[in-house]
């Protein structure tokens, strides 16, 4: 089993930067696949960001494609989303999520979920 613990959202103006982290427990972390999806208000989960096993291969939406780098260190058992020039529209609770299948931008194939963490960007 995998426990996913998100961190570093909060308030920040527009053209700001955040790093979110996400903290894994268990000794098999480098098994998962590991990605950010994000929700907001009245919309549905949408994908953000997607990262292979050893790291070796990331993938991301066009919408924050430039402006987002995913990450990880399995060393650390932590992923992380690196966000610059954030904009109002990135404005979700962000979600780590774990899979043992292949990378998909669809959240039902993702089998662990983080509790999330709220990122504001203000105008």
């Known amino acids: 089993q995998v426990q996913l613990v998100e961190s570093g959202g909060g308030l920040v103006q527009a053209g700001g930067s955040l790093r979110l982290s996400c903290a894994a427990s268990?000794?098999?972390?480098?098994?998962?696949?590991m990605g950010w999806f994000r929700q907001a208000p009245g919309k549905e989960r949408e994908f953000v960001s997607a990262i292979s096993r050893s790291g070796g291969s990331t993938y991301y939406a066009d919408s924050v494609k430039g402006r987002f780098t995913i990450s990880r260190d399995n060393a650390k058992n932590t992923v992380y989303l690196q966000m610059n020039s954030l904009k109002p529209e990135d404005t979700a609770v962000y979600y780590c999520?774990?899979?043992?299948?292949?990378?998909?931008?669809?959240?039902?194939?993702?089998?662990?979920w983080g509790q999330g963490t709220q990122v504001t960007v203000s105008s």
């Open positions: 999520a774990a899979s043992r299948a292949v990378v998909t931008t669809t959240p039902k194939q993702y089998e662990y």
């Open positions: 268990g000794r098999t972390f480098s098994m998962y696949i």
